[in-house]
């Protein structure tokens, strides 16, 4: 396929809530493009931006995926992004790689959870918004309603560009409120003409309120609206992709994207009125340290990040680059001034989801892919040694919940880590470590069901199967009172012997101080050189827990006296001592458990709050606050992690899947008693069990 200048490109992003058809509607654009033969059906695995198998099996969208249609001469590369809030990251890359984004909404639902949260990508960003009202001819689907929630959420800019004929099973077609003419569907063919009779006076209204938002724009336009009372077509799409381009109107569409009515209109829109590359600029950093702008240019030098990385278990790591500036070849070498590292091109792929086609170089402004680059990772940036430019990497948000994992036979500890960190390089809001304190192994993730995702993975493309054990709650242990504590160590074995003696203060710190030690000596009591065994020897100990094995924190240690013999005196001998003095005061001390507290931000449709918050409150949940925002409510609340190990399982039950959380960790807080004693037992027993094996 011939390479193309960025006014021959488009690079759109299509986002929005789960399940309001994007995967199909991207499947109908390029159906209606001629890119594909037939739409495909997500049921089936038929859709070519869902070719995973797990996105297959659960009929979700799980991966960032590209797919490219050429429309009047352009070329759109569309980047079909999923909308379940755990997989937000993928819809941010793909705003941030495109130039525009397309946000669906369906025609029952509305506004939802994601909606809000692709828009705020797109408004980060400063990305145009092309808006599309999908499944027009779903049962209760309802144009105006969404239009109208549209511009309660997001301001008078929502203006639409079409208004339906008819609506859910009798939806056929589309009025165009630029051209004033109708597109309507008959026995499998569009038939463009007039509009329908029961539907001109309603368009004639909608075209006066799109023409005098697009006159508002420029004083030119104004005063011929006001000369001429309306526009042409000819002077309002200049003007509207002017306003479109500026983020001052965002245009509303309709489509049913299952029988393919409206996609050519998308087509139309995407070609007429998002704007190309050309005019994108990014600001990076060059090799000096100096900020440098890099502009969409194929004169200058190469720059290309990128923004995605599917590792294939048969074809290696596929990188998906957006290009900058410059040009790309297949074969060419270049650095990747990220790393410090060259990288060797062995082809370069234009996406069509699963499928690659095969292009001789790439220009800026295009979105390709590179297979089997060697040092190259997602936010890397890929450019030219001598002229070195590094753009900025996205941030990846924490992962939420932590899964202890075990291989189902042994010796697979190895493969577990080598198939994770592949899954990694595709997904970085994955986390994958070792638990110094309970030397297990922890997959980290958003959410249970993202956890799951990836271990279903390390089975299907790795052959490696592992044991999923609920998260393990990282309690701490604290004091709640002074205590003074004396240890000492003396011990006669012939010849030298050991001896140490300290004496010491403990106290109870406000949260999040960790430890303090404080040196009180005076007089020599102790050497100064055998004070930092002292220190060493409580350390070591502290770590281990009193109660129940969590590590001891917020609390202060003074060394305040002690003895010491010239001879039998040693470092060992004080840490010994040190260690014997803190058993002595956390049993006066009067030690407690701590549990960690998460902040909590459920976003969810009215009609579930009371549920909801009857399921906090079950929860040992505190309600901070709440939003309502027209069909929504997002309540904010502080919770035990403890009680939040299965909360994604219980929301989406409560919800019906439309119900979605955030958490982040907010401060350690007692445990109460009541529940205290059934943790130190549990750990306790914990304990037994690994004693017996």
């Avoid at 755990?86 to 495109?98: K, M, N, T």
């Avoid at 077509?233 to 509303?252: H, N, Q, S, T």
């Avoid at 010994?576 to 005061?585: H, S």
Wanted: proline share 5%.
């Amino acid at each position: 396929m011939k390479p193309l200048s960025a006014p021959q490109l488009r690079n759109v992003a299509v986002v929005g809530h789960n399940t309001v058809g994007k995967t199909t509607l991207v499947a109908a654009l390029l159906h209606a493009a001629g890119a594909i033969t037939r739409p495909g059906r997500i049921d089936d695995g038929t859709c070519p931006t869902d070719f995973d198998s797990e996105e297959i099996d659960r009929k979700i969208s799980i991966n960032l995926s590209v797919a490219h249609a050429v429309h009047r001469d352009v070329r759109i590369n569309f980047l079909d992004a999923p909308g379940y809030g755990i997989f937000s990251p993928e819809a941010r890359a793909a705003v941030s790689a495109a130039d525009a984004a397309i946000l669906v909404c369906d025609a029952v639902s509305g506004v939802e959870v994601q909606t809000e949260r692709a828009w705020k990508f797109a408004q980060e960003f400063e990305r145009p918004v092309l808006i599309v009202v999908n499944r027009m001819d779903r049962e209760r689907a309802s144009f105006d309603r969404v239009v109208e929630q549209l511009r309660k959420r997001f301001g008078r800019g929502v203006v639409p560009l079409q208004i339906p004929v008819g609506e859910e099973k009798s939806f056929r077609g589309t009025v165009d409120l630029v051209r004033m003419e109708s597109h309507v569907h008959e026995g499998g063919k569009r038939v463009d003409g007039a509009i329908p009779g029961d539907l001109a006076e309603r368009a004639k209204a909608e075209h006066e309120a799109l023409v005098e938002a697009v006159a508002e724009g420029e004083d030119d336009l104004m005063e011929k609206f006001f000369a001429q009372g309306t526009l042409d077509a000819a002077d309002i799409l200049p003007g509207l992709k002017r306003e479109i381009v500026e983020r001052k109107i965002y245009p509303v569409l309709c489509a049913a994207s299952a029988s393919g009515i409206g996609a050519v209109r998308i087509l139309d829109a995407c070609v007429a009125l998002l704007p190309s590359p050309e005019s994108r600029r990014i600001e990076g950093t060059g090799k000096d340290g100096k900020p440098v702008v890099v502009f969409c240019n194929e004169k200058d030098h190469a720059v290309a990040q990128v923004f995605k990385t599917v590792s294939d278990p048969f074809a290696g790591r596929i990188s998906y680059l957006r290009v900058y500036a410059g040009h790309f070849q297949s074969d060419g070498n270049y650095w990747n001034a990220t790393k410090g590292a060259h990288e060797r091109f062995s082809g370069l792929f234009l996406p069509q989801g699963k499928e690659h086609v095969s292009v001789p170089e790439a220009h800026a402004g295009d979105i390709v892919a590179v297979a089997k680059l060697k040092e190259t990772f997602t936010g890397d940036t890929l450019t030219t040694k001598d002229n070195a430019v590094v753009l900025p990497v996205l941030s990846v948000p924490e992962a939420s919940i932590a899964y202890a994992i075990e291989p189902k036979a042994k010796g697979d500890e190895d493969k577990i880590s080598t198939a994770l960190h592949k899954l990694i390089e595709e997904d970085p809001s994955l986390a994958f470590q070792r638990d110094e304190e309970t030397k297990e192994f922890h997959l980290a993730g958003a959410s249970q069901l993202h956890v799951e995702i990836a271990v279903a993975r390390l089975k299907k493309r790795y052959g490696v199967e592992v044991i999923l054990h609920p998260p393990k709650v990282p309690y701490r242990e604290t004091i709640t009172k002074k205590a003074e504590a004396h240890g000492r160590h003396k011990k006669q074995t012939g010849g030298h012997g050991q001896f140490a003696d300290c004496r010491i203060r403990v106290e109870p710190l406000p949260r999040g101080k960790d430890f303090e030690f404080v040196d009180d000596i005076y007089g020599g009591a102790i050497p100064r050189n055998f004070i930092p065994a002292v220190e060493k020897g409580i350390q070591e100990v502290r770590r281990k827990g009193f109660l129940a094995g969590y590590p001891m924190v917020d609390f202060r240690v003074t060394l305040y006296d002690g003895q010491y013999h010239d001879v039998d005196s040693s470092e060992l001998a004080f840490k010994l001592a040190g260690a014997l003095a803190y058993k002595e005061a956390m049993a006066a001390a009067k030690p407690t458990l701590l549990e960690p507290v998460m902040n909590v931000e459920i976003t969810a449709p009215n009609e579930y709050v009371g549920d909801l918050m009857g399921d906090l409150s079950s929860r040992r949940g505190k309600v901070e606050g709440m939003d309502a925002a027209d069909e929504d409510t997002v309540i904010k609340a502080q919770v035990p992690m403890a009680e939040l190990l299965t909360y994604g399982a219980q929301l989406r039950s409560i919800t019906q899947g439309r119900g979605s959380f955030h958490l982040e960790f907010s401060h350690y807080a007692e445990v109460p008693h009541a529940l205290q004693e059934k943790v130190i037992a549990q750990s306790k027993a914990g304990k037994e069990a690994v004693k017996e094996a």
